[in-house]
């Protein structure tokens, strides 16, 4: 009789666990990546290069401090130090790496000497074969409290983290915290606003990762009605404001089985970021399921070429980013209702180039990541139909 409950259990378990039934992105089931239990923690996990990721530890299991390290995926159990030895200073805390869209820049956090107080944000070149010495943001973006989890989109003409609003050490699971942006202008940061409602609620909100264009925002948060689970939410950009963040579905938002509390409970997401493409997912993830922590990373793919995402937004009209490109760009725009559709290249002269699409799509913001793999530089025009929906912009292709 036991023997199928436990079975009965793991069936359940899977069921949720490849369900979706609310995921406004599909995001294909999470593959393990690496993870430790006990008082070894790793943390933020992002983007480094196509076969790597930063990673935080939140341990001293091996070097007495929280460092940033890469990780190859082949691997099962090995990180490597960033080259150069001016990231990992011995003696201080490095948090939530970050590295730059083009790959020229590592934002990061750490409480070393030189900074505002607490933990504040630092940025380090790539120099051909290591990392420069960190430079502080400065008193504009840095303050007294602690300044974390840096991420910018590919111009990085604006950076958005979060204050945290809890004694974080051990920096983890059950900290605090609000998401702020600031913009640059001229080279120079402004003051940094707190985002406004739906985004931030209870300050419970952490670990803010834009994509490359600027027009979605996970983030890891507990929203009201999730009462103290930590989940990934996304939210689109509406132009002028953000959509209430829609939960990502259960293949990020596992459910597992506690056997000390002898039920079926979601895990803690405790950060989310989205590669360049805003196609592939990395996520850390905590879990209890003997009573003793374990602190995992893992990574999904989303499984769909065109994304149609919800809520309608409003007053968003055709876009392209970034224009002029090389090579690739990503179209962007909005469907007040469910349609057929086509989506067309068009040449300086009217001439047809290619169609990109035709078929239907669902109401909502349309992404779609155009290759012009076999055309050459000039100026071109992208047109959009649908029963009520015309509009075109102009492409300039420069390879």
């Not at 949720?16 to 990546?33: H, K, R, V």
């Not at 996990?45 to 341990?59: A, K």
């Not at 506690?258 to 989205?274: E, P």
Request: hydrophobic residues 35%; charged residues 15%.
């Amino acid at each position: 009789m036991k023997k199928l409950y436990i079975i009965g259990i793991a069936i359940l378990f899977i069921a949720i666990m490849f369900s979706s039934p609310e995921a406004q992105e599909d995001w294909g089931p999470a593959s393990y990546i690496w993870g430790y239990g006990g008082d070894f923690g790793i943390m933020n996990p992002s983007p480094y290069d196509s076969n790597n990721f930063c990673v935080e530890i939140l341990s001293d299991y091996y070097y007495g401090d929280y460092i940033l390290a890469y990780h190859d995926y082949e691997w099962n159990d090995s990180f490597i130090e960033l080259p150069g030895d001016s990231i990992n200073l011995d003696g201080y805390n490095n948090l939530a790496p970050f590295r730059s869209y083009d790959g020229a820049k590592l934002y990061f956090c750490s409480n070393r000497p030189g900074g505002y107080g607490g933990y504040d944000i630092w940025m380090s070149e790539w120099e051909g074969n290591q990392w420069s010495v960190p430079s502080n943001l400065g008193p504009v973006i840095n303050t007294d409290a602690n300044e974390l989890g840096p991420t910018l989109p590919i111009d990085e003409d604006e950076i958005y983290f979060f204050i945290g609003h809890d004694n974080i050490e051990p920096y983890g699971y059950n900290i605090r915290g609000t998401i702020y942006k600031s913009d640059k202008i001229d080279d120079i940061w402004i003051s940094p606003q707190a985002l406004p409602y739906p985004i931030n609620v209870n300050n419970r909100q952490i670990e803010p990762s834009i994509s490359s264009d600027g027009s979605l925002l996970y983030l890891s948060s507990c929203y009201p009605e999730i009462s103290n689970e930590q989940l990934a939410y996304v939210s689109y950009n509406n132009g002028n404001s953000w959509s209430e963040p829609v939960q990502l579905n259960d293949n990020i938002n596992m459910f597992y089985w506690s056997w000390w509390l002898d039920s079926l409970i979601h895990g803690d997401v405790l950060s989310v970021s989205i590669d360049s493409s805003s196609t592939s997912l990395l996520f850390s993830y905590l879990s209890c399921p003997s009573g003793c922590i374990d602190y995992s990373c893992y990574n999904s793919q989303l499984i769909v070429g065109i994304d149609e995402y919800k809520p309608v937004p409003e007053n968003i009209s055709l876009s392209a980013y970034p224009n002029p490109f090389n090579v690739n760009t990503i179209i962007n725009f909005s469907l007040s209702q469910s349609s057929y559709a086509d989506i067309k290249i068009y040449d300086l002269g009217g001439r047809l180039v290619e169609t990109i699409y035709s078929g239907f799509l669902n109401a909502g913001l349309q992404r779609i990541d155009y290759k012009a793999d076999n055309i050459s530089s000039g100026i071109y025009f992208v047109r959009v139909e649908t029963s009520d929906y015309c509009e075109s912009i102009k492409l300039v292709l420069l390879k």
